[in-house]
């Protein structure tokens, strides 16, 4: 992946989140558990949607970005990959790989 410095930006004018705050894509200290996972889901359903999904999700794995949803991924899903050994694939936690679902 490329280096930060040549990283393109402008992918970020798109996303579905660019006017939404951040705190619907981050934890605050204390989230009680069932609250976060209302959180994350809220924030999985906006990414769902939007246009540079996969462009936010490159930016999160080649930075490790620690916290937060990214590209549909929560810091969990990101951190906690499982494959697929039938399909040989990759898909993230407690989601179903694109043709299972």
């Not at 402008?10 to 976060?36: I, K, Y």
Request: aromatic content about 10%.
């Amino acid at each position: 992946i490329r280096h930060l410095e040549s990283w393109p930006w402008t992918w970020q004018r798109d996303a579905a989140c660019w006017n939404l705050g951040s705190s619907l894509f981050f934890s605050p200290d204390g989230e009680p558990a069932a609250a976060r996972r209302h959180r994350e889901a809220a924030a999985k359903a906006i990414c769902g949607r939007c246009p540079v999904r996969m462009p936010c999700l490159l930016y999160a794995l080649a930075t490790r970005q620690r916290y937060g949803v990214w590209g549909g991924l929560t810091e969990d899903d990101r951190r906690h990959p499982v494959a697929d050994e039938r399909r040989r694939t990759w898909t993230p936690r407690g989601r179903p790989a694109r043709d299972q679902r």
